[in-house]
C-alpha cells in the first residue's frame, strides 16, 4: 500500500517540474485591433474563421454580436474592441475562436491576426496605471516585443459574465 | 405499467437470457460431457432463476430449478457422471422452464397443469436416486456388487418411471412440452448509445430539411419524390428513436408509496396515496430530472399539508388524507399534478410573512392578490412553515424546485384552497430535443415558435382590427379581448410596414397575439442551447440551425407573455395606489380608462369594439339625433352626460368614439380623451354613486373613476335598441344568478332583466342555496366559477346531485378561459359555458335552451 503510494506521487512530482519548466515559456497567439496588439494563449485559441455569418441576438448586450453555426454547434460571437472599451472604430473581419476548459467556444471579432511568439514568463509586466484607448482591467499583463508592445488579454474576465 | 410488472418484465427478460445461456451451455456439454466451465455457468444460471422465480412466487419453476441446480451441482463436483438419463432429464427440466416461462409472460401466472406437477415429481425422484446412489457410492465404494445391483435398481426404477410418464402423457393425449423457441422481445441496450442515436436523429433531421430545401429549387419529379421519401422516413425514424428513450412515469412514481408510508409514520399521520397515469411516457432523461423536485412535492404535501388524523376528524374530513400524485399527457407536454386534501395555504399567513421578512412593503403586500402571494413560495428563502421540520421547511425548496421545473422547459402553478387542500400543476415537455415549431420572420432573420404555444394563425388587418389603447394593442378573437405584441418592436428591430399575420400563442394559461412579417414553414427543429450571455434574456428558449445552415432564434412564449406583463403592471403600479384584496381579486380585465371633461370613466376593453377620433364638426343632426357617418355607416352618438349624473361634455375640435357592436348594431359614446388601459379586478364599491347606468366607482391612481353600465345607458337612449324581435314570453322566467363581484352581477342583473326576465342574485353558491331552498322554483341558474365561501364548481355538484335541482339548466360564466377549464366546467354536466361580457353569447345560449325546452 505504502509503495504504492510513493509511486504515485512521484510522477506527479516530476509533472510538476516540467510545468514549471514549461511555464517558462508562453505561446502566444497575437492579433491587431486599431493599433493595439493583443495576444492570448495559444492553448485556448481553437481556430480562425473568416466569412462568418453572424445571426443577431436582439436584446443582448452591446458587446455581443450574436451567434453563429460552428459545425452544428451554437457558438456566441462577442465585439471584442467593445467589451474592452476600445474607443475606435475598427472593421473587423476575422473570428478568433476561443475555447476555455469548462466554458462553451466563444468568437471573439478582430481585425487581423498576427504571429504566434513564444514569450518567457519572467519578463511579463504589470499592466500600468492607464492604457489610452481601452479599459485597462481586461490586460493581465504586457510584454514587450522587439517592435511592439504585447497586451496579453484577461480571457476570464473577458468571458465573465 | 405498474412496478410489479415493470419487474416481471426485467425477470422476463432475464430468464430468457437464462435460458438462452443454458441452452448453449447444453449444447456445449453435449461436445465435451467433462467441461467443468460449462458445468459452472449451468449451476450458476440455474441458481440464478431459481433465486428470482421465487421471488416472484413462482414456486413451480423454482422448485424445477431448484432440483435441476441441485443435479448440475453434483455433475460439477465431479459426484455423478454426465450420462445420458442425466442430460436428458436436465433438458426436459429447460423445456418446462421455458414453457413456464412463456405462460407467464402471456398470463403474468404460473400454469397450473398436472404434467408439469408429474414431472416436478419425476425430477425430484430422480434425484433422490442419485442422492441414494452417491450416498452408498461413497460409504460402500468398495462393495462392487452392491453398486452394480443398485445401479441395476436405479435403471430399472428409472424406466419405470419414464414408462409411467408417457403412459401418463399418452393417457391425457397431452402433447409433451412443446419445444418452444423464447423469441426475445427485450434487448439490454445501452444508455448512452440511445443518445448517441438521438443525436445522429437530430443532425439527420438537420441534412434532411436541407435536401429538402436545395430539392426545392429543382423540379424533377422523381427527385421530389425520393426527397419526399426519404423526409418521411426520417421523421419516422426520429420518432422511433426518441421512443426507445421513453420510460413510463411509474418508475418514478412507484418509488413513493414507500416515501409516503415512511413519512407519514413518522409525522404520525395518515396518508393514502393513489397513483394515476403510471403509464404516461416521458423522455428518459427528464424522467430523471423530475425524480427531485417531484419527492420535494411530496414532501411538503405530508409535511404542511396533509394534518393529523385527530384534526382531520375535527376538520370533518377522514381520517386518512388522500393525495394524489397524476400523470397525463396534454398535447406536447406532459401534466404531473400532485393534489392533497389537506389544509391548504394561508394566503393571510403568506402577506404577514412577506412583511416580517421584508419582501414585500407593507402597502405592496396589502395591494398583492392572491396570486402573486402564493407566486411567493417560489421565491428563494421563503417559508411558511411554522415549525421547521426534518423533512421540509427549512425555507429552501420550492424555488429550487421551480428552478429545476424551468430547466427542464417546464412550468409550475399552484392552486390551493384554504382548509380545503392544495394541487401543484408541473407542466413538462415530452422530450427536448426535436420539437415542431413554426417559423416566422421578423426583418431579414427567422424565428422558430414551437407548436406547442401555437394555438392559431390569422391575416388581420391591424389598422382595422388592432384597438390600440395607451401602449397596448388588443385584438379580439371570437369575443375575447387577447393584448397583442409585435415582434420587430419587441425584438427592436425593423419589421415590415404592414405586418398581417398575426399569431395566436398560448401559454397555456393566458393568450396573446404576436404580429409577425411572415410566416415561413413549420418545421421540426433541434433545439440547441444558447451560451450564458443569453441568459437573462427571456423572450428565447434556445436556437436551431435551419436547413441553409443558418440559424434560428427560438422563441419562448411564457417570456414573450412577460413583454405584455411587465407593461400591464408598470401600468398596474402607477394607477393602482389601493387595491382592495378580495376574493376574486385575481380575476383581473383590461379595462379602458376615458375622460369626459373632468370625469373619469371605466368600462372593459371586451365591450368595445373599436375607438377613433371624429371632429366637431363631422357630428350630424339625423331625425332629432346626433349621428356620425362612420364607414358608410350611420352610427347614433351618445352622450353619456345626458344619462348620467356628471358634467356636460367641453365642446372640442376633436372627440374620441368608442364604438359598440351587438347584433350588428352600432353606436358610438364621444369622450373628451382616452386615459389608458389597465388591468385590474373589477371589485368596484357600491354606494355613493347609486344611478342608474353606474355600476359602481373605484379609486385609480387617486382618482374616483366611474364603472358604468353600458347597456343600461344604451337602453336609456334608446329602450328598443336590444330588442330585434319581440317574443311573446309564455311565462316569465326566473333566473337565478350567481357572482360574487358586484359589476358583473349588477350589470348582467340590468340586462337580463332588460329582456324581460326576473333575476333572484347570489353572492356565492352557499348564499345560492339558501336562495334555492327558499324559492324552490327556478328555470335557469347562471353561476360564476370563482367566488368565496363557496365556488361554482361546488355549488354546481351539489345542484347536480339533489334531485329537486339537478334538472335546472345552468350556465356557467367564467372569467377563465381555456380548454382545460371549458373541459373541467363542461364535465360537471352544465348546460352551457360562456366567458363573462359577452352579452350576446349569453342570450344565444339561453335562447338555445328555450328552444329545446320548448321542443320537449
Known amino acids: 500500500m505504502e509503495l504504492v503510494k510513493r509511486e504515485e506521487i512521484f510522477p506527479e512530482k516530476e509533472e510538476k517540474e516540467r510545468k514549471v519548466a514549461i511555464q517558462k515559456t508562453l505561446t502566444i497567439v497575437t492579433f491587431y ?63 478568433l475562436i476561443i475555447k476555455k476548459e469548462g466554458e462553451a467556444p466563444i468568437s471573439f471579432m478582430i481585425e487581423e491576426i498576427g504571429e504566434i511568439v513564444e514569450i518567457s514568463v519572467t519578463k511579463l509586466e504589470k499592466p500600468p496605471e492607464k492604457i489610452e484607448g481601452l479599459n485597462k482591467e481586461y490586460i493581465k499583463n504586457i510584454y514587450q516585443l522587439p517592435e511592439k508592445l504585447l497586451l496579453i488579454l484577461d480571457i476570464e474576465k473577458i468571458i465573465e459574465f | 405499467m405498474n412496478f410489479e410488472e415493470d419487474i416481471l418484465q426485467d425477470f422476463l427478460v432475464e430468464a430468457k437470457e437464462g435460458i438462452a445461456n443454458l441452452e448453449e451451455g447444453f449444447l456445449e456439454l453435449e461436445k465435451d460431457r467433462k467441461n467443468i466451465e460449462v458445468l459452472k455457468l449451468l449451476f450458476r444460471t440455474m441458481h440464478s432463476l431459481k433465486g428470482a422465480s421465487g421471488f416472484f412466487g413462482f414456486k413451480t419453476m423454482e422448485s424445477i430449478a431448484h432440483f435441476s441446480e441441485d443435479i448440475l451441482s453434483k455433475l460439477r463436483d465431479g459426484l455423478i457422471e454426465p450420462e445420458e438419463n442425466v442430460i436428458d432429464i436436465l433438458l426436459k427440466a429447460l423445456d418446462y422452464i421455458k414453457y413456464i416461462i412463456k405462460f407467464i409472460e402471456e398470463n403474468k401466472m404460473e400454469p397450473i397443469e398436472n404434467n408439469i406437477l408429474d414431472f416436478l415429481v419425476e425430477l425430484s425422484n430422480f434425484n433422490e436416486i442419485l442422492n441414494k446412489k452417491i450416498k452408498e457410492f461413497s460409504v460402500e465404494k468398495k462393495v462392487e456388487e452392491v453398486k452394480g445391483e443398485i445401479e441395476q435398481k436405479i435403471e430399472k426404477k428409472l424406466e419405470e418411471e419414464k414408462l409411467l410418464l408417457i403412459e401418463k402423457t399418452e393417457e391425457k393425449d397431452v402433447k409433451e412440452v412443446p419445444s418452444i423457441e423464447l423469441v426475445e422481445t427485450h434487448i439490454k441496450v445501452d444508455v448512452k448509445l440511445l443518445d448517441q442515436l438521438m443525436n445522429l436523429a437530430g443532425e439527420l433531421v438537420l ?16 427527385l421530389s419524390r425520393s426527397v419526399q421519401a426519404l423526409s418521411m422516413i426520417t421523421t419516422e425514424m426520429q420518432e422511433t428513436i426518441m421512443k426507445t428513450r421513453m ?21 404520525g399521520k395518515k396518508v393514502n396515496l393513489h397513483l394515476e397515469g403510471t403509464e404516461t411516457e416521458l423522455d428518459r432523461s427528464i424522467i430523471e430530472a423530475i425524480k427531485d423536485p417531484l419527492t420535494h412535492l411530496i414532501r411538503n404535501a405530508i409535511d404542511h399539508g ?25 398535447g406536447g407536454q406532459v401534466v404531473i399534478e400532485v393534489e392533497d386534501d389537506g389544509k391548504g395555504i394561508d394566503v393571510e399567513k403568506i402577506r404577514q410573512k412577506a412583511v416580517e421578512r421584508g419582501i414585500l412593503s407593507y402597502e405592496e403586500a396589502i395591494s398583492s392578490s392572491e396570486k402573486e402571494l402564493l407566486s411567493l413560495i417560489f421565491k428563494p428563502g421563503f417559508s411558511t412553515a411554522e415549525n421547521v421540520t426534518q423533512i421540509s421547511g427549512r425555507g429552501v425548496g420550492m424555488d429550487v424546485v421551480k428552478a429545476n421545473i424551468e430547466k427542464l422547459g ?41 407548436q406547442i404555444n401555437l394555438k392559431e394563425l390569422i391575416i388581420i388587418q391591424p389598422e382595422k382590427e388592432l384597438l390600440k389603447i395607451g401602449h397596448t394593442e388588443f385584438y379580439r378573437l371570437r369575443g375575447e379581448v387577447i393584448p397583442v405584441l409585435r415582434l420587430s418592436e419587441i425584438l427592436k428591430t425593423n419589421g415590415k410596414e404592414v405586418q398581417k399575420n398575426l399569431v395566436i400563442l398560448t401559454t397555456g394559461e393566458k393568450f396573446m397575439g404576436l404580429l409577425i412579417d411572415k410566416i415561413f414553414a413549420s418545421e421540426e427543429i433541434v433545439v440547441k442551447p444558447l451560451g450564458k450571455w443569453f441568459k437573462n434574456i427571456p423572450i428565447y428558449s434556445g436556437a436551431t440551425i435551419m436547413g441553409d445552415g443558418k440559424l434560428a432564434l427560438i422563441l419562448d412564449v411564457v417570456g414573450l407573455s412577460q413583454f405584455v406583463g411587465i407593461s400591464v403592471e408598470e401600468v398596474e403600479k402607477k394607477y393602482e395606489v389601493s387595491k382592495k384584496v378580495k376574493s376574486f381579486a385575481e380575476e383581473t380585465y383590461f379595462i379602458l380608462l376615458f375622460d369626459i371633461g373632468k370625469e373619469r370613466i371605466a368600462l372593459p376593453i371586451a365591450l368595445i369594439s373599436r375607438l377613433d377620433k371624429v371632429k366637431a364638426n363631422e357630428i350630424q343632426i339625423s331625425g332629432g339625433k346626433e349621428v356620425i357617418i362612420y364607414k358608410n355607416e350611420v352610427v347614433p352618438i351618445i352622450r353619456l352626460d345626458n344619462y348620467l349624473p356628471i358634467e356636460k361634455i367641453p365642446p372640442q375640435d376633436e372627440y374620441i368614439v368608442l364604438f359598440f357592436t351587438e347584433r350588428e348594431k352600432t353606436c358610438g359614446i364621444l369622450c373628451s380623451q382616452i386615459v389608458d ?4 379586478s373589477l371589485d368596484v364599491e357600491e354606494g355613493i354613486y347609486n344611478y342608474p347606468g353606474i355600476l359602481g366607482h373605484k379609486i385609480i391612481n387617486n382618482k374616483t373613476v366611474l364603472f358604468i353600465d353600458i347597456y343600461k345607458i344604451i337602453e336609456m337612449y334608446d329602450p328598443e335598441w336590444f330588442i330585434l324581435k319581440k317574443k311573446e314570453k309564455i311565462k316569465k322566467k326566473k333566473i337565478l344568478l350567481i357572482e360574487d363581484s358586484s359589476f358583473f352581477r349588477n350589470m348582467i342583473r340590468n340586462y337580463l332583466e332588460l329582456e324581460g326576465y326576473e333575476v333572484e342574485t347570489a353572492e356565492n353558491g352557499k348564499e345560492a342555496l339558501e336562495k334555492l331552498t327558499a324559492t324552490r322554483h327556478f328555470d335557469l341558474i347562471i353561476t360564476d366559477t370563482e367566488m368565496p365561501e363557496m365556488d361554482g364548481f361546488e355549488f354546481i355538484k351539489i345542484i347536480k346531485s339533489t334531485p329537486d335541482y339537478e334538472k335546472i339548466p345552468v ?16 364535465e360537471l354536466g352544465v348546460n352551457g359555458y360562456e366567458v363573462k361580457l359577452n352579452r350576446e353569447r349569453l342570450f344565444a345560449q339561453i335562447e338555445k335552451l328555450e328552444e329545446n325546452d320548448g321542443v320537449s
Open chain 2, 410 to 450: 417546464g412550468s409550475i402553478e399552484l392552486n390551493t384552497i384554504y382548509g380545503k387542500g392544495t394541487t401543484v400543476k408541473i407542466k413538462i415537455p415530452l422530450t427536448l430535443a426535436i420539437i415542431p415549431a413554426l417559423i416566422v420572420t421578423s426583418g431579414e432573420y427567422r424565428y422558430a415558435i414551437p
Open chain 2, 207 to 222: 441534412a434532411r430539411n436541407r435536401v429538402v430545401q436545395l430539392a426545392q429549387k429543382i423540379t424533377d419529379e422523381e
Open chain 2, 247 to 267: 420510460q413510463p412515469i411509474g418508475t418514478v412514481f412507484n418509488k413513493f408509496p414507500r416515501i409516503v408510508r415512511d413519512l407519514a409514520k413518522s409525522l
Open chain 2, 306 to 330: 396533509i394534518e393529523t388524523p385527530e384534526i382531520r376528524v375535527q376538520r370533518g374530513k377522514p381520517q386518512e388524507g388522500a393525495l394524489i400524485l397524476r400523470a397525463y399527457q396534454e
Open chain 2, 811 to 826: 350556465i356557467v360564466i367564467s372569467a377563465l378561459a381555456g380548454e382545460e377549464i371549458r373541459k373541467k366546467i363542461l
Open chain 1, 33 to 95: 485591433l486599431g493599433d493595439f496588439l493583443f495576444g492570448l494563449p495559444a492553448e485556448i485559441v481553437m481556430e480562425i474563421n473568416k466569412d462568418i455569418d453572424v445571426t443577431p441576438v436582439p436584446l443582448s448586450q452591446d458587446y455581443i454580436l450574436g451567434i453563429i453555426n460552428l459545425r452544428g454547434q451554437i457558438v456566441t460571437v462577442m465585439n471584442l474592441a467593445k467589451k474592452i472599451g476600445l474607443d475606435k472604430e475598427i472593421i473587423p473581419k476575422l473570428g
Open chain 2, 677 to 680: 388601459t389597465i388591468e385590474t
